[in-house]
Structure formats: C-alpha cells, structure tokens
C-alpha cells in the first residue's frame, strides 16, 4: 500500500471518494509497484483469475439449461449439446476450462515453490492459495458429476464412499452426504447446489489472496526485499497489466486448440454413457489433475491410512512456510534445493501417471516409492535443507543484475562468491 | 521472448505426457480417412446420407437413437436431405400420439419435430428381445467408446471364427475389436446388403464408414460449426498476441529491462 493521498480531480469524485474510497482503491491497483524483473511465470495470476470468471460466466449460462434430476441430468446436457444455440460451444470451454484451471493454477502453485513465495511474510497469502486450492477440487469434482454420465456416478461413490473410513461414523456421514443410501438423485441436487456455490467462495477467497499479496507486494525472481516504488519497481498499469495480457492471450490460444478441436481428449469416453448403478465401468479413474492425489489413495494398503495420507499430501502444504527452514527465498540462489525442486516436479508428474493406472504389480511400487519420497521432500529435506545448504550470494537489488549489460555481472558475482565457498 | 518460449515448450511437454497417459491403452484399430479429422474437418454429405440409410434398414430395428429428431437430418452441418426429403422420412414413421380428447392414444404419420422412433417401448422390452443385452442408443455412442470412430468401424467388420479351443454360448459373438471379444451382436453387415440410390457399391467396408460417419455426426452435430469458428478463433486470437506484443514491447522499452 504505497501512497493513500490520491485526491480525485473531480468534485463529484471526490465527494463520492471521501464516501466510498473506490477511487483510491482503482489508483492504488494501477499503481501498484511491482517488481520489474518478474517473468512469465508471475503471469499465471492474472491468467486464473480469467480462468475463474469464465467458469462462472459460462456456467451461469449452463445452469440455465441444466436439469438437476438424476432422470434428466443427462438428457439435459444432450439438450444443451444440440439445441441450446451455442450450447456445444459454451459446455466445452466449461468442461475443458476446469482442466486448464488446474493446469494454471499447478503452473502457479509450482512457480510459488521453486521461488520461496510462500515464505516470510507472503504465509497467509500461500495458505488462502492453498484453501483455494482444495475449493477448486471439490467443485471440479462436483461438476465432473453433473452430467450423470457413468464416470460421474461411480467417480461420486467411489470419493464419497472414502468418509466411510473415518471410524465409528464413517457410515453415518455418508449416508448423510449421500441424502439416501446411495448415490441418488438427492446426492445430484445437492452437488448441484454446491458447485454453484463454490465459486463465488473462490472469488471471494481471490479478493483476500490478491489483498493480503498487496501488503508486501510480490515477490520476485531473485526473491529480495525491494523498496517500493524505486528503481526495481514498475506500475502495474500499463508494464504487467499488458505483459499479463500477452501471457494470457498465448494461453487462450492453447484453451483454444482443446475447446475447438479435440474437446473430449481430457474426459472420458465412459462419461457419455448414462450413470447405471447396475454397471460398474472396468477402470474407475477420476480427471487428471487428481491423480497424483489419488495414487497417493491407492498406495496405501490401509482405507483408514489412505485417506489420511491423500488429505495430508495437500494439508501438509500449508505448513510450507514453516516446513522450509531456508532464509532465501528463490531457488536461484540455492544450488540444492534447486535439484530437490525438479526432482519434487518429477515425482508429483509420475504420481499423476501411476494414478491413471490400475493399481497392481509394479505400478503400485512406482506409487508407492512417490508417495513416500512426496513426505519425505516437505518433511525432512526442506527442514534438513535449510540449516545444510550453503546458498549462493544475493544480490542487493533488482536493478544491479539487469541494468547495463549487468546480467554477466550478476553470473561473474556468484562464480565468485561459488570460489569463496570452494 | 526467449523466457517465454522455455515456458511455452514446457507446457508442451506437459500436455504430451497428459495426452499420452490418457491414449495409453491403445489398440490397433482398422484405419481409413475421415473426412471430418482436422483443422478444416467436414463432414462428406453423401456419405452421411447413406450412413442414415444403413442406420434405418439395418440398425435401428434394434438401436435407438433417441437425442435425434427428424428436422435434424434436414439442418445445416448434417446430411442435409432437403427439408421436403426429411419431412418425407419423418412421415414414414408411425408415430405415438395422446392421449386425444377422448383420452385415447392414436397413431398418426411422423412429423420433423419428432424425435427419431425408438425400436423398442423400454429398456426390458430391448432386452427380452436381444437375448438380455440392451443395443445401447446411438446418439453419443461414437464419444461414449474409448476408441471412437476407429473402434465402431473396426467393429462392424471385426467379425471372425473364434479362435480353436474358445467355446461360445448360444447368441454370443467373437469380434477381434470387442473388449473381452465376445459380443452378443451378430455380424450384422453382408455385402451387398443395402441399395444405395447413388450407385455406390454396398460393401462392408463402404457401409462400415458410412455408418460410422452418420454416427460420428448424431454424436457432434455441430462439428463443422465447431471447427470453423475455431479455425476464425485461434486466427484471431494470433493477431491479437502479435498486435499485444509488439504492444508491449514498445511500453516496456521505456525502462530498460528485457521482457
């Protein structure tokens, strides 16, 4: 928050600022200081808040055309395929839109660790990202229902079915969550319900990310403290505002290519086949971005142990800030965790790809091994890592390694500082 | 720009991987051209129309397609009869009506509005027939199989002797295509079995493919919309990305730093 003495020019403006400070809030959003070095991974912001907006705006039209009925759900959304005008058009962005979501938001979450976002004093910012995160999983979830096709039935029973794990009212609380004693037409209406629901939840969470990230301002590759506004600052209308904008285009390219001309590649075929409780599908997998999380799930021999390690893979990020005892921030300057990163990067990637498997023979000990050495890279190395590591010299601002030719400079300074240490 | 294209190829390799994982199990289906794949993809009308021709004479006594109406074959994208052609089909069809003013149901000749004639009163009533087994409805069939058109026009002519030593029940097939390879559909085409009124030559293969694409457009009957604007999209959308480029880079070379 860098200067609260904006005065509007106009009378009316001011006197409807002194009442409602909007204007101060629209200035300090276009002037906001932001470092000037950030790359196009620091796009990825803007990028999910269209994401979050067009999901919303097409599913408003959805859920116009939409009939929560487990008879009529899926005629319905045949309905919409073929007779709504642009009703094709309008599904496939929201069914392909979930998908580039996630691929965004990983994008993010996975910027935020090789650079130390989450670090002092950024935490709450990380842990509203993180509450965001598991909200984003539960409405994907819920929609992937929606359509009452064969992968939403069973997808939906076999997750609600993991609450019967929880001991003595595990039972209970699935028969309450199913409204019956099955997955039924009162499970449908009331995902219905809560999809609807989510999202406004998120962009309300998104307005406090984006507030608490206006505190300290943004971090930035080299992951200094920077004085605000200075030499290492821009506004950010109009230098992020129109490089966000060119990030954001160049992803609208690739969402794009999969609405247009391959829109059913990331779903699956079984989905187009109306839930039939009698039939259960050969492979029950759920969408993409939750198979890491579910060879997690499966890994562990143990239902009880299972969920318990699924919830603690996405919990245990929250405690990042504190897991990480490490005083820098970007993995630029720490040599070690720089390969513990890619080999983090590696193993969730191979989680992902173990989780689209069925679980047996040598799959399960792939998953097995990720899953353990997952813990193992948030529960030991990072703590270990911060206290052995011996990290590479930072620079002291933004401007010395980029200004004038500086780049070489900056290489030369930590070659040096490399020697030193030798 | 250099950044960029280092984040650019990395999605790359993401999206392969996805893609890879999710074409893992792959079999080796019949392969031909489909007139509808790529960036320009139509469908080939009189294949289509042909295709609806297999459907009627030799499917739909035990098929339903239930998400199509008769105007369907009349519109724009599809097979595009004629609308007086399409009322004409409609008309063939006895279609239910009811209940009249004096609460009875009647019968009376189809109209455009209506929705394709379904082969059986209910889902029991398609089994008691088939031996047990539902003919899945057509409409979205060609999306609802993992293998899409490949896998319906490999089917159709996957139909061989088992192999020595494999016993059969009564009313079940071997298909070298079919998941388990035992289907409860019998060889259904033959040459020769339909006369096409374009003097295309009925074999199995020819049929086959018609079918399939009749299929492949019950399933997207708005595919060829669908790949125009997308066509119109992403050209746009490049023009924009080059004009918001350069955009930037003009803006950031008031401070100096790379973008």
Known sequence: MSDHNYQPQSKFGKWFNDRLPLLTLANHLTDYPTPKNLNYWWTFGGILTFCLITQIVTGLVLAMHYIAHADMAFDSVEHIMRD?????????????????????????????????????????????????????????????????????????????????????????????????????????????????????????LVVLHIWALHVPGNNNPVGIDIKKPSKDTVPFHPYIVIKDGFALLMFMIVFAFFVFYTPNILGHADNYIEADPLVTPAHIVPEWYLLPFYAILRSVPDKLLGVVAMLSAILILAALPWLDTSKIRSAVFRPLYKQFYWILVADVLILGYVGAMPAEGLYLLIARIATAYYFLHFLVILPVLGFKERTLPIPLSITEPILGGSPNLAAAKIEKGLDKLK | MKKFLKLFSFLFVLLFFSFQTLAAEKVEYLKTDWSFKGLFGKFDRSSLQRGYQVYTEVCSSCHSMKYL???????????????????????????????????????????????????????????????????????????????????????????????????????????????????????????????????????VEQMSKDVTTFLMWAAEPHLEARHQMGFKAIVYLIILTILVYFSMKKIWSRIKTEV
């Open chain 1, 84 to 204: 709504v005008n642009y009703g094709w058009l309008i599904r496939y962005i929201h069914a392909n839109g979930a998908s580039m979501f996630f691929l965004a938001v990983y994008i993010h979450i996975f910027r935020s660790l090789f650079y130390g976002s989450y670090k002092s004093p950024r935490e709450i910012i990380w842990i509203i990202g993180i509450i965001i995160y598991l909200l984003m999983m539960a409405a994907a979830f819920m929609g992937y229902v929606l359509p009452w096709g064969q992968m939403s039935f069973w997808g939906a029973t076999v997750i609600t079915n993991l609450f019967s794990a929880i001991p003595l009212v595990g039972e209970g609380i699935v028969t309450w969550l199913w409204g019956g004693y099955s997955v039924d037409n009162p499970t449908l209406t009331r995902f219905f319900t809560l999809h609807y629901l989510i999202p406004f939840l998120i962009l309300g």
């Open chain 2, 69 to 203: 109406s008769y105007r369907n074959l009349a519109e724009k994208g599809g097979p595009e009869f004629s609308e007086a052609q399409a009322k004409a089909i409609a008309a063939s069809f006895e279609v239910k009506d009811g209940p009249n003013e004096d609460g009875d149901m009647f019968t009376r000749p189809g109209k455009l509005s209506d929705k394709f004639v379904m082969p059986y009163e209910n889902v029991k009533a398609a089994q008691a027939a088939n031996g047990g087994a539902y003919p899945p409805d057509m409409s979205v069939l060609v999306k609802a199989r993992g293998g899409g058109v490949d896998y319906i026009y490999s089917l159709l002519q996957g139909y061989e002797d088992p192999p020595i030593g494999m016993e059969l029940d009564d009313g079940v097939y071997y298909n070298k295509f079919m998941y388990g390879n035992k289907i409860k559909m019998a060889n259904q085409l033959s040459d020769g079995l339909v006369n096409y009124s374009d003097g295309t030559e009925a074999t």
